[in-house]
């Protein structure tokens, strides 16, 4: 028995030897090679990827061709599922790539036609931005050429599994564009906030509904000039017909049900924004300005951004570029970043750039100005990996596509049942400015190789969609702001509720010149702060958008940028600039807690929770027991308070918006919104909701933490996972962790500097980040820092998967070099890509 067990053990040691060896080649089989020669025949000449330690390429070329051909093999080495996922997502071929739990996100991107659209953009484009384009996409093509998908990314090994290995597709510069159109649809004005108007009417009038959205706080700056009319709020007549949009409840549900299929999957989510300001010589150190930047996303697994360096080696008119900054897998150049002369920053200006219409559809028709007209019709085909592939007719009118025919919710339209007092049945088309061909990539070189701020405006001009917020900084000491974007003219209507599509009066007429857009530069306070507020007061006689954020980031940043120590300007420095990233003072428990205080708990087990704000400066680090316990108070006192009120599809998140709707009752103790509706033959006051919001709090921390106050952490609510979006969620354990990590404690939260929003209608878990953070100094651009959320490259247990996410939850930043001499003294690895054009072997 004893030589039994021992050959039995021998036996089953040999296997597990085996699966773990067999695990470890799968694993590496992908891992591409960062150093040695590889002989390339498409090139003119010889590329050079110089990697710091942390596997973030620098590259040397000599032409922009060979250059973006480096960009795209380094994209492709790194990224390239992530690079070929999105590809499926923006033509709507994720079923294809991931089984049939996919099909109805892969119907989305279809519908509005992102690819079709960008098809047409490639027409329009010069010779020379083409020739930029598929020299990035031979790039991709020349490190996938001969390989499976096995060989590219672990993922398809997964994959493959289920079925054949994937063999990927060639890239084409269709591919890029695309993805473009997706980047705009997740920035993209305020459509989701136009469908949560209506359907919040099902249960309020439309006056309540727009307490819901109070106009920009009046002691809030805006972007552009601290003088003028702040009032904010006057964007236009309400609708003269909010019944229709009632009428349309249904509809609408369709059409947010089928949008919110696709961010998740693009990187974006609650609390998406982004912080970024920029500040002259007189607020330095250095004499000289700084710019800092960090874009609020989803979280994802890799992170969304590539860090990359792109250098002419001899930089001309020939070649012009040597830059530095952020990209995205898939996208050739830099969108975020600096050059040898200027700086760049970028931050979503919620301009609104889409309008819903509810058109009268009848069979292949529908109405405009008493006239039937026929309906654009297009079939789309969707292949489904180990399936049957279906079909969709896709309905469009001259607006656009129909997106409520998206969700079956649509059959009760049809039938009339609507939980409205109005009756009619509508269906729901989006009129959006990205789905109008527009050659936005020629932005992106143009940012990359702008000098000056003419250059740099003439790149914003190509700036169509998405419309964002562009701040600017140079060697020379100047700085400046620019509003970009094809921003529509309404003939009525203001934008925030759907509209009457049968009626030519709600028309667009064309678009703002981009020369009326705001703008300033070298503004006599010499600070810019853009964190997704108003850009402009209301002396601005053009309708940009209503739903903006309150303001509540952008002025913590602007405070703290203004402040003086012993009567002078404060001084900042880049360490300085990367504290103020990671600022959370929340201006929201400021407002809040004085309120909180004066409300009597009564027992002693209740004041223990309430006391954990006393004293508080209102700063939530991961280990703060005050924060916890505020941040729980808040998600029970946003529940009390609206739930019973709204819909169970609108109940808030909690977010900054919600902030300053909290600020105008907070001072009406009777005002209607603390009543509960459930409840009858009483009203309940603002003191009563206060109270009974802590005791909840008190009663769920204890659960879930402690009864010690002491004990409680607000980082152990408010944790941070990285999911890969396809397999990350699979249900199946050991996949899981094959891609995801964390969870992590994280400090922070929505509505603060540091932006780790969470949806107080879920939990607290984290659910937008700052994607990456960077701080760029004029003086010497060598001196600049970076980081972001996970690392440079995209293949699970690679050694950068996510080597700087640590750095990123403490707070940590990178040294950001750029100069030759700088990136030479720090190169741990060289790949040089050997042309073998006019060679012989």
Known sequence: ?????????????????????????????????????????????????????????????????????????????????????????????????????????????????????????????DDKTVALLNAYSRGVNSYIDGKTGSDLSLEYSILSLTGPDYRPEPRTPVDSLAWIKAMAWDLRSNMSDEISRVLSTEKLTVDQVEDLYPDHPKDHDTIVGRSGNLDGGTFGPRPTEPGLARSAVASLTSAQKGAAALPALLGTGDGIGSNSWVVDGRHTTTGKPMLANDPHLAPSMPGIWYQVGLHCRTVSKACPYNVAGFSFSGLPGVVIGHNAKIAWGVTTMYADVADLYLEKVDGDTYEYDGKKVALELRRETFKVAGGKATSIIVRSTQHGPILSDLDDDIANVGAGKQSTTTTGSYAVALRWTALTPQPT?????????????????????????????????????????????????????????????????????????????????????????????????????????????????????????????????????????????????????????????????????????????????????ADSAAAAYFNVVWKNLVELTFHDELPKSEWPDGGERWFNVMRTILGKPNSPWW????????????????????????????????????????????????????????????????????????????????????????????????????????????????????????????????????????GQTLPWLFSAKAVEGADDDTLTLVSTRGRTS
């Open 1 to 125: 028995m004893r030589r039994f067990l021992i050959v039995i053990s021998a036996l089953l040691a040999a296997v597990l030897v085996g699966v773990a060896v067999l695990a470890f080649i799968s694993v590496r089989k992908s891992f591409p090679d960062t150093a040695g020669e590889v002989r390339v025949s498409s090139l003119n000449s010889d590329v050079t990827v110089k990697r710091d330690g942390k596997g973030i390429p620098q590259i040397y070329a000599d032409d922009p061709e060979d250059l973006f051909f480096g960009q795209g093999f380094v994209h492709a080495q790194d990224r390239f599922y992530e690079m070929d996922f999105r590809r499926h997502v923006t033509a709507g071929r994720l079923a294809e790539l991931v089984g049939k739990n996919a099909l109805d996100t892969a119907k989305y991107a279809p519908t509005l036609g992102w690819r079709r659209v960008a098809q047409q953009e490639l027409a329009l484009l």
């Open 441 to 621: 990539i020629k932005a992106v070189f143009a940012l990359d190789t702008a000098q000056n701020w003419d250059d740099f405006r003439a790149a914003a001009k190509l700036f169509t969609v998405p419309s964002q917020n562009l701040i600017y900084a140079d060697v020379d000491g100047n700085i400046g702001y620019q509003s970009p974007g094809t921003i529509p003219i309404r003939t009525k209507g203001d934008g925030r509720w759907p509209v009457p599509g049968w009626d030519s009066a709600y028309s667009w007429k064309g678009s703002i010149p981009f020369e009326a857009l705001p703008t300033v530069y070298n503004p006599d306070e010499g600070v810019i702060v853009t964190a997704n507020n108003k850009v402009i007061g209301d002396q601005y006689p053009l309708n940009l958008g209503a739903d903006t954020a309150p303001g509540y980031r952008s002025q913590r940043i602007r405070d703290l940028l203004t402040a003086k120590v012993g009567g002078k300007q404060k001084k900042f420095s880049v360490h300085d600039m990367s504290r103020l990233q990671m600022d959370t003072y929340s201006a929201n428990a400021e407002q809040l807690v004085p309120a909180l205080l004066d409300v009597p708990l009564g027992s002693r087990y209740y004041r223990q929770g309430q006391d954990t704000l006393r004293g508080w400066d209102f700063r939530q680090p």
């Open 675 to 810: 009543d509960d509706a459930t409840t009858s033959g009483r009203r309940e006051t603002r003191d009563e909701v206060l109270a009974e919001a802590m005791r909840r709090a008190r009663d769920e921390l204890t659960m879930i933490q402690s009864r010690n106050p002491r004990e409680w952490s607000w980082g152990r609510l408010h944790r941070l996972t990285l999911v890969n979006p396809t397999l990350g969620d699979s249900g199946v354990g050991v996949v899981d962790r094959l891609f995801n990590r964390g969870p992590y404690d994280v400090a922070g939260g929505g509505g603060l500097v540091d932006a780790t929003s969470w949806d107080a209608s879920k939990g607290y878990e984290v659910t937008a980040v700052p994607s990456m953070r960077m701080v760029v100094d004029l003086a010497n651009l060598d001196r600049s820092r970076w980081i972001q959320l996970t690392g440079a490259s995209g293949h699970a247990f690679q050694a950068h998967y996510n080597d700087q996410t640590e750095l990123w939850v403490d």
